[in-house]
C-alpha cells in the first residue's frame, strides 16, 4: 500500500509495504502481517477503520465488517463496509467487505465463516463496533438497553467465540482485541447501558487471556479516545485525536509477537497507558467485631496503598487469607470490644 493510505503516520523507519515474496521474514519488530488474515468489526469507518488500514498497510488481509449504521444503530447502509475495503485494494492491500449484523450469533458466524472462505484462516479479531443509546438512568428503556448491550458486549461473544474457536483449531493461536471505554472503566452519567457494556468487555478480556494462554491466544481490551462521530469532540478538523493515531496500538496487539495479554490499554492523541485494576489493603475485622468497627475504620477499607488485582479473580484468595493472618498474628488481635 502507499503512504497516502497510512492511518497513522507513523515514524520514518515504519514499514508502508508487503515485503516481496522472496524475501526472508521480516524481523518481528518490523510488525509486519504477511499471509495474516484479520477481522475487524465496525471497520468501515471511524476508530475501527483507521486499524484496517494500518493492518493492511503492514500486510494483512483484512475483512471489514460494517452494518453502516448510524451512531445510535438505525438505518443500515451495506455500502461503508465495501468503501473501504476498495480503499484498501485500490492502495494495493487486500481486503473484503462483510455487512453481517455482529450483534447476533449468526452474524458473528458468518463473518468467521466469511474470513475462513476467503483466506483460509483467521490471526486476528478487532471486535470495535459500537453504539449510543445515552438516557440518564430512571429513563433508559429496555430497548436502549438490550441495543446497546447486544453490540458493545454481545458481539465480543458472538464473533469473539467462533474467531475464538478458529484460532484454536489452527494451533497457531491468535490475537483478540476488544473495545471497551473510559465511561465503562470509570463511569459517565447518562450511559448506565454502554458503561455496563464495555466493562463487560473487561471481564471478557481478563477471563479470554486466561483461557487463551495455552493456546497462544491473546486477548487484550483498548479503551480509546478519539474524534469520530460517536465521540463528544465534534471537530473533526483537530487532527491530534484522529482515530489514526490509535492506529499504533492495534498493529503491537494484534501481531504475533504481541507480548500481552488479559490486559487493558487506553490511546488517544498519540498517549498509549495500560489500566490497571487494583486492590486496597483492606482492613480485617477482629473476632466479635461487627458493622460499627466497620464504619469506623472505613477509612482504611478505602485507602492505603493499593496492590495490583492478581492474574485471575480466584487467585485473590491467597491475597486475602494472606492478609487476615498478617492481622491475626497482630498483638491486639482476638481483643476486640465484643470477643467471643
Ligand atoms: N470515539 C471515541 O472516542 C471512543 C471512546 C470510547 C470507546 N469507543 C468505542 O470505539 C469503537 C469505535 O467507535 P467509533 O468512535 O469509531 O464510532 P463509529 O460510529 O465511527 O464506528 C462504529 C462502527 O460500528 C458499526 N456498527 C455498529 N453496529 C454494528 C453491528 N451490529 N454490526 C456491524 N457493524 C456495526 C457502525 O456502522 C460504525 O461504522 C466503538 O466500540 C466505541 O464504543 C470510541
Not at 63 to 82: F, R, T
Not at 175 to 188: D, K, Q
Not at 252 to 261: F, I, Q
Request: net charge neutral; hydrophobic share 40%; charged share 20%.
Amino acid at each position: 500500500m502507499n503512504q497516502s493510505v497510512s492511518a497513522s503516520g507513523g515514524g520514518a523507519n515504519r514499514p508502508r509495504a508487503r515485503p516481496p515474496e522472496d524475501e526472508p521474514s521480516p524481523m518481528p519488530e518490523q510488525l509486519y502481517f504477511r499471509d495474516q488474515v484479520v477481522v475487524l468489526t465496525g471497520a468501515g469507518q471511524g476508530i475501527g477503520k483507521a486499524y484496517a488500514l494500518e493492518l493492511a498497510a503492514r500486510g494483512a488481509k483484512v475483512v471489514i465488517n460494517d452494518l453502516g449504521v448510524s451512531p445510535s444503530g438505525q438505518g443500515p447502509d451495506l455500502s461503508v463496509a465495501e468503501t473501504t475495503a476498495a480503499e484498501i485494494r485500490a492502495a494495493g492491500g487486500e481486503a473484503v467487505a462483510d455487512t453481517h449484523n455482529v450483534a447476533t450469533p449468526e452474524g458473528g458466524e458468518a463473518l468467521v465463516k466469511k474470513a475462513l472462505d476467503a483466506w483460509g484462516r483467521i490471526d486476528a479479531l478487532v471486535a470495535n463496533a459500537g453504539i449510543l443509546r445515552d438516557a440518564s438512568f430512571p429513563k433508559l428503556e429496555w430497548d436502549n438497553l438490550d441495543a446497546v448491550l447486544a453490540v458493545n458486549l454481545l458481539s465480543t461473544f458472538y464473533v469473539g467465540r467462533p474467531a475464538f474457536q478458529a484460532m484454536k483449531d489452527s494451533g497457531r493461536g491468535g490475537r483478540i482485541l476488544l473495545t471497551t471505554s473510559a465511561a465503562g472503566l470509570y463511569g459517565n452519567f447518562g450511559q448506565a447501558n454502554y458503561s455496563a457494556a464495555k466493562m463487560g468487555v473487561v471481564g471478557l478480556t481478563r477471563t479470554l487471556g486466561i483461557e487463551g494462554a495455552k493456546y497462544d491466544i491473546r486477548v487484550n481490551a483498548l479503551a480509546p479516545f478519539a474524534t469520530t462521530r460517536l465521540s463528544s469532540e465534534k471537530n473533526a478538523a483537530d487532527q491530534s485525536r484522529a482515530p489514526g493515531k490509535l492506529a499504533p496500538l492495534a498493529a503491537v496487539l494484534c501481531h504475533p509477537s504481541c507480548p500481552s495479554t488479559g490486559e487493558v490499554f487506553f490511546a488517544g492523541g498519540g498517549l498509549f497507558s495500560r489500566v490497571s485494576i487494583q486492590i486496597s489493603d483492606g482492613f480485617v475485622l477482629k473476632p466479635g467485631e461487627g458493622a460499627e468497627e466497620l464504619f469506623a475504620s472505613w477509612d482504611k477499607v478505602r485507602a492505603g496503598p493499593v496492590r495490583e488485582l492478581p492474574p485471575s479473580g480466584s487467585s485473590l484468595r491467597p491475597y486475602y487469607e494472606e492478609r487476615i493472618q498478617e492481622a491475626a498474628s497482630e498483638p491486639e488481635f482476638g481483643h476486640a470490644r465484643r470477643n467471643q
